[in-house]
């Protein structure tokens, strides 16, 4: 114990140094802040990975850690750039509407400063009244307590329900991936108030920060997420180092023997579930700002499974692993659905990497999963070189879907 | 420095000689923003191999400005934020000046506050709903105006129309046109009750009870007719529904805004003889130079490829470009937006299309009768209609006037003549 | 050159003339022919009628090739002429007046009449008095479909007069009820038009409706004092309750009752018009940022006499108060319209239980559907556990495979023969592939059976998309297919859905009788409740699973075709259904077949019963199905019908 426990310290202690050397370098680079060799649209991309790493953390921690394997924590994730897009959306139209109507020659009266913001923000999709969910728009400070409480409480009611009549294992699977599609669905809706497919855009202009150039935004934006991803990895790490997340291992491993011990499984997985997808609101409040805009299909049920995906390859069950997972994946794809991966003559075909990218990521995670359960982390092994228990194939626990031999080398 | 430059420009500008030299730095970047992967795809595809056969024309008649042209391709995957970044990776990294791009409405809401951010430029192709106007922005597809108002007249005037069901994707297009539509309707002595508005999801597929909702509006003797802002896919499945119902174009017509030549090519189009649709181009309009743009058009990319309305926008639309910076002599934003106002170039379907101070285009109007074959059949074409930014059927917008040129600004309000905003709402 | 213009142009007008003697049809033509070629409804009634009015044995002749978008222009000197094709891009013409070949000229030298459907249908209503006897059946259909569409007065007498010699029993029948129809419409005798009227009350067309409903039209109207007898009033309305207020009060000023109210936007415009040294009626500009306060000011100076004066709450009502408003009938006949009024109440209860039907149907074929995607899963998820998140992508490969048929083998009925064996077997392969490749590695490890057939789902979706483009294909069903069941004017079903309802009957029926009846079924089921047992028992493992895999994949292919035919081939089909799928399974619960088919059967109605509450938003009705999905599940985990005892698992 007292060895994983030093081995994680110090895989803490690297983590944060190279995030923070990453940070600086990122920042003296910048065209904002610096040498200008780093352009500003690759410092958003940048920035919104380590968003991404802090959602995969959280996704790491149901599924490697606790094997519930979440396929909603994409959608807790948009919800919390949805509540940040709210008051950005709100405040950015209020000032230009209170500039605009501050030459009448009467002033206006407050209906009428609102009846216009709803009107510049709904028009587009034919309405121009606030509605209700809008009731807190006009408040930064409860918009950012909605990013964790909308998340958090959404988590809390559906987790709350399906850990009660003991919906585990791929049933759990499919039904959060059911709510992720009403999710999106909801949000499809023009006449949901939150302006259906088009979503909220323009996020990336501050309120009251109009005059500061996009460049220096972009670096302020990495910090936090930089920030948030840390303190996101450090609470992580003591999540899952103490009693917690023993207790948290044992009911991926065998959940009926855990139960049977005394602890209270659905506790457990309860508060787990609804702490990580307050993570993700958090991931992204931070991600949606830099993005610029935030639609529902970034809340489709493929995106979480995409995030699975990453957790997968990066390696499950190790912190790092899903940020390596995370970033990996995503920059990669970016870079070759980006054009900028050369063709690959054959002569009588030419592979397009726009066309095929998909093809190869597929694929190649049919192979980790049966190959290497370990993903990318599992290297880390190999050059510390551990060698995992010999248990000669024998199951851990009587439970089907619990971890076999292959995944669970320590 | 920008000071230095600023002053030289001046020296120099009235020396014909040199200004060339110093107006672009050469070659000129004319920057892609269309999606080659994902859902948007197939349609824009399309669109990025028409511009870089308007690109290798250009340079074949000797570029511009001395200058070779150069097409910058980026693949924003039918990623809506996406768009931003690449755009923004357009102007700043490649330094494009031009970009013609985008095909959804919320990709050109995504892109908007970058290119206003960056004082960038570009052309919209495709027919929208409106209710936005941007300095950097010059929208060469159809207004509400030019496409859903004279389509609804064709049904009130020509069909005897007494009852209509707006049938629609549920996104902002549908949405917002079918908003102006309704009050526009209304207006025309249409009783709220005899609207009938529908939306369905992306790709739906199960169309059976909407069609019977439909058939049976006829329960009260009014003559129906279906405005169809449906998009993509799901019109296949709504075809085939109709035509299994037996519902001819005599009984209950429908026409569409979203349905061309392209979209037709995945049906057998035998059982929908008649339904309609309304667009600014259709590529069997007789004119030379529809003739002349549809061969370089099946020489360069196969004689199975057909054309469409937004290949005629970006034609449009490019060879404007080209026009003004020529007359500017310069590829700076400013300087080609200025001569961009009233610059006009002949059409594909015969007439001269013109940009307006508000950078919408004037263009005609035209409602085709589909054909057995997957084409249509041009049965009315009217005038020239000028594109009109703020619809004249919304309360809201119908004081708001867009004039780039002399007011100087988007959002006017004609009534307490003042500038509401410069930036547009996205 | 002026004279030479002049010159033609005489020559032309002379040969004009010349011929309005010896060509009485082209001379008609020629004066309307300005009308003609404007083309636009609105305009076109007087050369129709010109035409039809004629008195000339050619009128039909003309108005028929001009519907059929035959009648065309020679452009060197106008006149019109009937036209076929010949040779290349030529028209050989006819002379309408002497029925004979005018020569063959290039189409470059004629333009063609288009007229639209508004114009089509009025020359068709034109035609009527011709073609009501004409010796054609298929014309006298025509002509009854053009009375149909535009049930005019006119049609009225010459529809009586074809009664007595109609032979054609079908054609008989369409003639009497259109004729009761234009009774009810039209007929100048009130006792005949309610005795039509209860004739007709049983039936529940949409021509029928169509007829009785503009009979109970009404229009808004209001009265000083009680409204006067002798208007047939359809209803008194009570402003407050079944009007509002606003409503009522706007009706009073547009009929000069009472004067207008003041609206903000004027309250605002007549404020900033008296602002003066930053004050209002003696209130401080700054402060008008309330709407109390700029009402005081308003009234301020409206007490100044400076602006009109807005009526208040007390005024309004009491005009209100002493004003009635109406609905009138536009039929003045009481009579006629208390037995309209009468009928359609009785429609209206057939038509409300028929509608309940068609809603059945639809909800049976939405089950059907989802029954025949799902059972290839009730097959792989059901008894073998495995989840298979490529079924979708199965269902797909069917329907491509539909499509590539099509492609080969031209005669549809002949390739959807060939399509569905075909597409079983397909995917029946890509099935044992993908279980001797990838799923026999994870049988113990559910989830990450889930992960991986997930990377195999985007990789095939991916190829799909490389060899086909995203563009959707055509799956196009046989003629016999086409149309619909019709049972009556509001029950109605499709007979590719009946075609689906059909193929999902009977692979319901395969699927039960390999399981009940084969070796392969017993094998099944043994591996399923205990594999260790049946391996022990001299059951090849391998060679079951990779089988049943097999056949659950091959299923879903057979489910692609179908849904192809109804919907659209394109990659993203089976995505569109892998969700509902689990979800009937789910629901229905694991393990047994009959659960799918309720799990199906509850997805599928309850989707249309969501659909009809809510008919202007489908979404939302997707939407609401799931959220009542995800809540049943919490009170049967196990589905609706679960299993129990060993089989269960437990």
Same mark, same amino acid.
């Given at each position: 114990?007292?060895?994983?426990?030093?081995?994680?310290?110090?895989?803490?202690?690297?983590?944060?140094?190279?995030?923070?050397?990453?940070?600086?370098?990122?920042?003296?680079?910048?065209?904002?802040?610096?040498?200008?060799?780093?352009?500003?649209?690759?410092?958003?991309?940048?920035?919104?990975?380590?968003?991404?790493?802090?959602?995969?953390?959280?996704?790491?921690?149901?599924?490697?850690?606790?094997?519930?394997?979440?396929?909603?924590?994409?959608?807790?994730?948009?919800?919390?750039?949805?509540?940040?897009?709210?008051?950005?959306?709100?405040?950015?139209?209020?000032?230009?509407?209170?500039?605009?109507?501050?030459?009448?020659?009467?002033?206006?009266?407050?209906?009428?400063?609102?009846?216009?913001?709803?009107?510049?923000?709904?028009?587009?999709?034919?309405?121009?009244?606030?509605?209700?969910?809008?009731?807190?728009?006009?408040?930064?400070?409860?918009?950012?307590?909605?990013?964790?409480?909308?998340?958090?409480?959404?988590?809390?009611?559906?987790?709350?329900?399906?850990?009660?009549?003991?919906?585990?294992?791929?049933?759990?699977?499919?039904?959060?991936?059911?709510?992720?599609?009403?999710?999106?669905?909801?949000?499809?809706?023009?006449?949901?108030?939150?302006?259906?497919?088009?979503?909220?855009?323009?996020?990336?202009?501050?309120?009251?920060?109009?005059?500061?150039?996009?460049?220096?935004?972009?670096?302020?934006?990495?910090?936090?997420?930089?920030?948030?991803?840390?303190?996101?990895?450090?609470?992580?790490?003591?999540?899952?180092?103490?009693?917690?997340?023993?207790?948290?291992?044992?009911?991926?491993?065998?959940?009926?023997?855990?139960?049977?011990?005394?602890?209270?499984?659905?506790?457990?997985?309860?508060?787990?579930?609804?702490?990580?997808?307050?993570?993700?609101?958090?991931?992204?409040?931070?991600?949606?700002?830099?993005?610029?805009?935030?639609?529902?299909?970034?809340?489709?049920?493929?995106?979480?499974?995409?995030?699975?995906?990453?957790?997968?390859?990066?390696?499950?069950?190790?912190?790092?692993?899903?940020?390596?997972?995370?970033?990996?994946?995503?920059?990669?794809?970016?870079?070759?659905?980006?054009?900028?991966?050369?063709?690959?003559?054959?002569?009588?075909?030419?592979?397009?990497?726009?066309?095929?990218?998909?093809?190869?990521?597929?694929?190649?995670?049919?192979?980790?999963?049966?190959?290497?359960?370990?993903?990318?982390?599992?290297?880390?092994?190999?050059?510390?070189?551990?060698?995992?228990?010999?248990?000669?194939?024998?199951?851990?626990?009587?439970?089907?879907?619990?971890?076999?031999?292959?995944?669970?080398?320590? | 420095?920008?000071?230095?430059?600023?002053?030289?420009?001046?020296?120099?500008?009235?020396?014909?000689?040199?200004?060339?030299?110093?107006?672009?730095?050469?070659?000129?970047?004319?920057?892609?923003?269309?999606?080659?992967?994902?859902?948007?795809?197939?349609?824009?595809?399309?669109?990025?191999?028409?511009?870089?056969?308007?690109?290798?024309?250009?340079?074949?008649?000797?570029?511009?400005?001395?200058?070779?042209?150069?097409?910058?391709?980026?693949?924003?995957?039918?990623?809506?934020?996406?768009?931003?970044?690449?755009?923004?990776?357009?102007?700043?990294?490649?330094?494009?000046?031009?970009?013609?791009?985008?095909?959804?409405?919320?990709?050109?809401?995504?892109?908007?506050?970058?290119?206003?951010?960056?004082?960038?430029?570009?052309?919209?192709?495709?027919?929208?709903?409106?209710?936005?106007?941007?300095?950097?922005?010059?929208?060469?597809?159809?207004?509400?105006?030019?496409?859903?108002?004279?389509?609804?007249?064709?049904?009130?005037?020509?069909?005897?129309?007494?009852?209509?069901?707006?049938?629609?994707?549920?996104?902002?297009?549908?949405?917002?046109? &079918?908003?102006?539509?309704?009050?526009?309707?209304?207006?025309?002595?249409?009783?709220?009750?005899?609207?009938?508005?529908?939306?369905?999801?992306?790709?739906?597929?199960?169309?059976?009870?909407?069609?019977?909702?439909?058939?049976?509006?006829?329960?009260?003797?009014?003559?129906?007719?279906?405005?169809?802002?449906?998009?993509?896919?799901?019109?296949?499945?709504?075809?085939?529904?109709?035509?299994?119902?037996?519902?001819?174009?005599?009984?209950?017509?429908?026409?569409?805004?979203?349905?061309?030549?392209?979209?037709?090519?995945?049906?057998?189009?035998?059982?929908?003889?008649?339904?309609?649709?309304?667009?600014?181009?259709?590529?069997?309009?007789?004119?030379?130079? &529809?003739?002349?743009?549809?061969?370089?058009?099946?020489?360069?990319?196969?004689?199975?490829?057909?054309?469409?309305?937004?290949?005629?926008?970006?034609?449009?639309?490019?060879?404007?470009?080209?026009?003004?910076?020529?007359?500017?002599?310069?590829?700076?934003?400013?300087?080609?937006?200025?001569?961009?106002?009233?610059?006009?170039?002949? &059409?594909?379907?015969?007439?001269?299309?013109?940009?307006?101070?508000?950078?919408?285009?004037?263009?005609?109007?035209?409602?085709?009768?589909?054909?057995?074959?997957?084409?249509?059949?041009?049965?009315?074409?009217?005038?020239?209609?000028?594109?009109?930014?703020?619809?004249?059927?919304?309360?809201?917008?119908?004081?708001?006037?867009?004039?780039?040129?002399?007011?100087?600004?988007?959002?006017?309000?004609?009534?307490?003549?003042?500038?509401?905003?410069?930036?547009?709402?996205? | 050159?002026?004279?030479?213009?002049?010159?033609?142009?005489?020559?032309?007008?002379?040969?004009?003339?010349?011929?309005?003697?010896?060509?009485?049809?082209?001379?008609?033509?020629?004066?309307?022919?300005?009308?003609?070629?404007?083309?636009?409804?609105?305009?076109?009634?007087?050369?129709?009628?010109?035409?039809?009015?004629?008195?000339?044995?050619?009128?039909?002749? %003309?108005?028929?090739?001009?519907?059929?978008?035959?009648?065309?222009?020679?452009?060197?000197?106008?006149?019109?002429?009937?036209?076929?094709?010949?040779?290349?891009?030529?028209?050989?013409?006819?002379?309408?007046?002497?029925?004979?070949?005018?020569?063959?000229?290039?189409?470059?030298?004629?333009?063609?009449?288009?007229?639209?459907?508004?114009?089509?249908?009025?020359?068709?209503?034109?035609?009527?008095?011709?073609?009501?006897?004409?010796?054609?059946?298929?014309?006298?259909?025509?002509?009854?479909?053009?009375?149909?569409?535009?049930?005019?007065?006119?049609?009225?007498?010459?529809?009586?007069?074809?009664?007595?010699?109609?032979?054609?029993?079908?054609?008989?029948?369409?003639?009497?009820?259109?004729?009761?129809?234009?009774?009810?419409?039209?007929?100048?005798?009130?006792?005949?038009?309610?005795?039509?009227?209860?004739?007709?009350?049983?039936?529940?067309?949409?021509?029928?409706?169509?007829?009785?409903?503009?009979?109970?039209?009404?229009?808004?109207?209001?009265?000083?004092?009680?409204?006067?007898?002798?208007?047939?009033?359809?209803?008194?309305?009570?402003?407050?309750?079944?009007?509002?207020?606003?409503?009522?009060?706007?009706?009073?000023?547009?009929?000069?009752?009472?004067?207008?109210?003041?609206?903000?936007?004027?309250?605002?415009?007549?404020?900033?018009?008296?602002?003066?040294?930053?004050?209002?009626?003696?209130?401080?500009?700054?402060?008008?940022?309330?709407?109390?306060?700029?009402?005081?000011?308003?009234?301020?100076?409206?007490?100044?006499?400076?602006?009109?004066?807005?009526?208040?709450?007390?005024?309004?009502?009491?005009?209100?108060?002493?004003?009635?408003? %109406?609905?009138?009938?536009?039929?003045?006949?009481?009579?006629?319209?208390?037995?309209?009024?009468?009928?359609?109440?009785?429609?209206?209860?057939?038509?409300?239980?028929?509608?309940?039907?068609?809603?059945?149907?639809?909800?049976?074929?939405?089950?059907?559907?989802?029954?025949?995607?799902?059972?290839?899963?009730?097959?792989?998820?059901?008894?073998?556990?495995?989840?298979?998140?490529?079924?979708?992508?199965?269902?797909?490969?069917?329907?491509?495979?539909?499509?590539?048929?099509?492609?080969?083998?031209?005669?549809?009925?002949?390739?959807?023969?060939?399509?569905?064996?075909?597409?079983?077997?397909?995917?029946?392969?890509?099935?044992?592939?993908?279980?001797?490749?990838?799923?026999?590695?994870?049988?113990?490890?559910?989830?990450?059976?889930?992960?991986?057939?997930?990377?195999?789902?985007?990789?095939?979706?991916?190829?799909?998309?490389?060899?086909?483009?995203?563009?959707?294909?055509?799956?196009?069903?046989?003629?016999?297919?086409?149309?619909?069941?019709?049972?009556?004017?509001?029950?109605?079903?499709?007979?590719?859905?009946?075609?689906?309802?059909?193929?999902?009957?009977?692979?319901?029926?395969?699927?039960?009788?390999?399981?009940?009846?084969?070796?392969?079924?017993?094998?099944?089921?043994?591996?399923?409740?205990?594999?260790?047992?049946?391996?022990?028992?001299?059951?090849?493992?391998?060679?079951?699973?990779?089988?049943?895999?097999?056949?659950?994949?091959?299923?879903?292919?057979?489910?692609?075709?179908?849904?192809?035919?109804?919907?659209?081939?394109?990659?993203?089909?089976?995505?569109?259904?892998?969700?509902?799928?689990?979800?009937?399974?789910?629901?229905?619960?694991?393990?047994?077949?009959?659960?799918?088919?309720?799990?199906?059967?509850?997805?599928?109605?309850?989707?249309?019963?969501?659909?009809?509450?809510?008919?202007?938003?489908?979404?939302?009705?997707?939407?609401?199905?799931?959220?009542?999905?995800?809540?049943?599940?919490?009170?049967?985990?196990?589905?609706?019908?679960?299993?129990?005892?060993?089989?269960?698992?437990?």
């Amino acid at each position: 114990m007292s060895h994983t426990y030093h081995r994680r310290t110090s895989s803490t202690v690297i983590f944060l140094g190279l995030l923070l050397a990453f940070t600086i370098t990122v920042t003296f680079l910048s065209e904002g802040m610096g040498a200008g060799v780093i352009s500003t649209s690759f410092v958003k991309t940048l920035g919104k990975t380590l968003c991404l790493a802090l959602v995969a953390i959280s996704m790491d921690l149901v599924w490697g850690y606790a094997g519930i394997l979440s396929l909603g924590h994409f959608a807790f994730f948009g919800l919390g750039g949805y509540m940040i897009g709210m008051w950005l959306m709100y405040e950015r139209t209020r000032e230009v509407v209170v500039t605009s109507l501050a030459d009448a020659p009467i002033p206006p009266t407050p209906q009428e400063v609102s009846d216009a913001i709803a009107n510049r923000i709904f028009g587009v999709v034919g309405s121009a009244d606030f509605p209700m969910i809008w009731a807190f728009a006009d408040s930064l400070l409860a918009q950012l307590m909605l990013v964790v409480l909308v998340p958090g409480v959404l988590a809390g009611v559906f987790g709350w329900l399906a850990f009660r009549s003991r919906v585990a294992g791929v049933y759990l699977s499919i039904l959060t991936q059911a709510m992720t599609l009403a999710l999106s669905l909801y949000l499809f809706q023009n006449d949901n108030g939150l302006r259906g497919n088009n979503g909220l855009s323009g996020l990336q202009n501050l309120p009251g920060l109009t005059d500061v150039p996009q460049a220096l935004v972009s670096v302020w934006f990495l910090w936090g997420a930089a920030l948030a991803l840390g303190l996101g990895y450090l609470l992580a790490v003591w999540v899952v180092s103490g009693k917690f997340g023993s207790v948290l291992r044992g009911i991926r491993d065998d959940e009926t023997r855990v139960r049977f011990l005394g602890y209270p499984v659905e506790t457990y997985k309860l508060v787990l579930f609804t702490g990580t997808a307050c993570m993700a609101g958090i991931a992204g409040a931070l991600y949606y700002p830099q993005a610029g805009i935030i639609n529902p299909a970034e809340l489709a049920p493929i995106a979480s499974i995409y995030l699975a995906v990453w957790v997968a390859i990066g390696g499950r069950g190790r912190l790092y692993g899903a940020v390596i997972g995370a970033a990996f994946v995503s920059l990669v794809s970016s870079w070759f659905t980006g054009g900028q991966a050369p063709d690959v003559p054959l002569g009588f075909y030419t592979i397009k990497w726009v066309d095929w990218w998909l093809v190869v990521l597929g694929l190649s995670f049919v192979l980790v999963t049966l190959l290497a359960p370990k993903g990318i982390g599992g290297l880390f092994d190999l050059l510390e070189r551990r060698v995992a228990p010999d248990r000669h194939g024998a199951d851990l626990g009587p439970d089907q879907g619990s971890l076999r031999e292959e995944e669970s080398r320590e | 420095m920008k000071r230095f430059d600023f002053l030289l420009a001046g020296m120099l500008a009235s020396s014909s000689l040199v200004a060339p030299a110093f107006a672009a730095e050469c070659p000129i970047k004319v920057g892609v923003l269309h999606s080659l992967s994902g859902t948007m795809a197939i349609s824009e595809t399309t669109l990025k191999d028409t511009m870089l056969m308007l690109v290798e024309q250009q340079n074949a008649k000797g570029g511009l400005l001395g200058c070779e042209l150069e097409a910058v391709v980026v693949d924003p995957a039918s990623d809506w934020p996406l768009f931003a970044e690449k755009a923004r990776e357009l102007l700043s990294v490649h330094e494009v000046d031009v970009i013609f791009g985008n095909w959804t409405s919320v990709s050109r809401k995504s892109v908007l506050p970058v290119i206003e951010e960056l004082n960038g430029l570009l052309f919209y192709p495709v027919q929208y709903e409106g209710e936005e106007s941007s300095k950097n922005v010059f929208y060469t597809g159809a207004a509400p105006n030019q496409q859903a108002i004279p389509a609804t007249d064709y049904f009130l005037e020509e069909l005897g129309v007494e009852k209509f069901a707006l049938l629609g994707t549920d996104y902002v297009y549908p949405r917002t046109t &079918n908003n102006i539509l309704e009050s526009y309707l209304m207006s025309k002595g249409i009783a709220e009750d005899d609207i009938f508005v529908n939306y369905t999801p992306f790709g739906h597929s199960d169309w059976s009870k909407i069609v019977a909702d439909v058939v049976a509006l006829g329960a009260d003797g009014k003559k129906v007719g279906v405005i169809s802002t449906i998009n993509g896919d799901a019109n296949i499945g709504f075809y085939k529904e109709l035509a299994a119902a037996g519902i001819s174009a005599d009984d209950i017509p429908v026409i569409a805004f979203s349905v061309g030549e392209e979209e037709l090519s995945g049906l057998d189009t035998t059982n929908l003889v008649g339904h309609l649709a309304a667009w600014n181009y259709f590529q069997s309009a007789e004119a030379d130079a &529809n003739t002349a743009f549809i061969e370089a058009w099946k020489a360069k990319m196969g004689e199975e490829r057909v054309t469409n309305d937004p290949m005629e926008a970006h034609y449009i639309g490019f060879n404007m470009w080209v026009n003004a910076a020529t007359a500017a002599d310069s590829t700076d934003v400013d300087a080609v937006r200025a001569a961009m106002y009233g610059q006009k170039f002949p &059409n594909l379907t015969g007439g001269t299309a013109v940009m307006l101070p508000n950078h919408h285009l004037a263009k005609p109007v035209l409602i085709g009768e589909i054909q057995a074959d997957g084409q249509f059949d041009i049965i009315s074409q009217t005038a020239e209609v000028p594109g009109d930014a703020w619809t004249d059927f919304l309360p809201e917008s119908a004081v708001l006037t867009s004039d780039w040129k002399d007011l100087g600004c988007g959002m006017y309000n004609t009534e307490t003549k003042t500038c509401v905003q410069t930036l547009s709402n996205y | 050159m002026k004279n030479l213009l002049m010159a033609a142009l005489a020559l032309v007008m002379s040969c004009a003339f010349a011929r309005a003697q010896d060509a009485p049809m082209q001379a008609i033509l020629q004066e309307q022919s300005a009308l003609i070629m404007e083309n636009s409804r609105r305009t076109i009634a007087p050369a129709i009628a010109a035409v039809s009015d004629s008195g000339l044995p050619e009128a039909q002749d %003309v108005l028929q090739a001009w519907q059929a978008k035959n009648l065309w222009q020679r452009r060197a000197d106008g006149l019109f002429f009937r036209a076929t094709k010949a040779e290349g891009k030529t028209y050989t013409l006819y002379d309408f007046d002497t029925h004979q070949p005018a020569g063959t000229v290039p189409a470059s030298d004629l333009e063609q009449i288009k007229p639209n459907s508004g114009i089509r249908a009025l020359i068709g209503s034109a035609l009527v008095q011709f073609q009501l006897q004409d010796p054609d059946p298929k014309r006298r259909l025509a002509a009854l479909t053009s009375v149909q569409r535009n049930p005019s007065a006119d049609a009225l007498a010459p529809l009586r007069k074809s009664i007595p010699d109609e032979n054609d029993p079908s054609i008989l029948a369409l003639k009497l009820r259109l004729e009761r129809l234009l009774t009810i419409a039209h007929d100048p005798d009130e006792a005949q038009r309610i005795k039509a009227v209860s004739e007709m009350s049983g039936d529940l067309g949409v021509d029928v409706r169509a007829t009785l409903n503009p009979l109970l039209a009404t229009r808004l109207a209001v009265f000083a004092g009680p409204p006067p007898a002798t208007l047939n009033i359809a209803k008194t309305l009570v402003p407050g309750a079944s009007i509002e207020v606003v409503q009522a009060y706007d009706m009073l000023v547009k009929a000069d009752l009472a004067p207008e109210l003041v609206t903000d936007a004027q309250l605002y415009a007549a404020l900033v018009e008296h602002v003066s040294d930053g004050t209002v009626g003696g209130i401080a500009t700054h402060q008008l940022d309330d709407p109390q306060m700029r009402q005081r000011a308003y009234a301020a100076l409206a007490a100044a006499g400076t602006v009109r004066t807005a009526p208040d709450v007390e005024r309004i009502a009491q005009t209100l108060e002493a004003h009635s408003f %109406v609905e009138v009938y536009l039929e003045p006949s009481s009579d006629v319209t208390d037995a309209v009024s009468k009928a359609l109440d009785t429609i209206a209860v057939t038509v409300g239980a028929n509608q309940a039907m068609d809603l059945l149907l639809d909800g049976l074929s939405l089950a059907s559907i989802y029954f025949l995607a799902a059972i290839g899963l009730a097959i792989t998820f059901g008894v073998m556990g495995v989840i298979n998140m490529a079924h979708g992508e199965f269902i797909m490969m069917g329907a491509y495979t539909g499509y590539m048929v099509q492609q080969v083998i031209p005669n549809h009925t002949a390739s959807i023969l060939v399509a569905i064996p075909l597409a079983f077997a397909v995917t029946f392969a890509a099935g044992v592939i993908m279980e001797r490749l990838v799923i026999r590695w994870l049988y113990n490890r559910p989830l990450e059976t889930l992960l991986a057939t997930f990377g195999v789902s985007i990789a095939l979706q991916q190829i799909a998309k490389n060899i086909f483009g995203t563009q959707a294909r055509p799956l196009t069903s046989p003629a016999w297919l086409d149309g619909a069941w019709v049972i009556n004017d509001v029950v109605s079903i499709s007979y590719i859905r009946i075609a689906i309802f059909v193929l999902a009957v009977f692979f319901l029926g395969v699927y039960l009788f390999i399981m009940r009846r084969t070796r392969l079924g017993l094998e099944t089921r043994a591996v399923t409740q205990n594999p260790r047992m049946a391996s022990s028992m001299g059951i090849n493992l391998n060679k079951v699973n990779m089988l049943t895999f097999g056949l659950g994949s091959g299923i879903a292919g057979v489910a692609g075709v179908a849904i192809g035919l109804f919907a659209k081939v394109t990659s993203e089909l089976g995505s569109d259904y892998i969700v509902q799928s689990f979800m009937t399974v789910v629901v229905g619960g694991v393990g047994n077949i009959w659960g799918t088919l309720a799990g199906a059967a509850m997805v599928g109605f309850l989707q249309k019963g969501i659909e009809w509450f809510n008919p202007s938003n489908t979404l939302a009705a997707q939407t609401f199905m799931i959220v009542f999905i995800i809540i049943f599940i919490q009170f049967r985990p196990r589905g609706i019908i679960a299993l129990k005892g060993r089989a269960a698992g437990d």
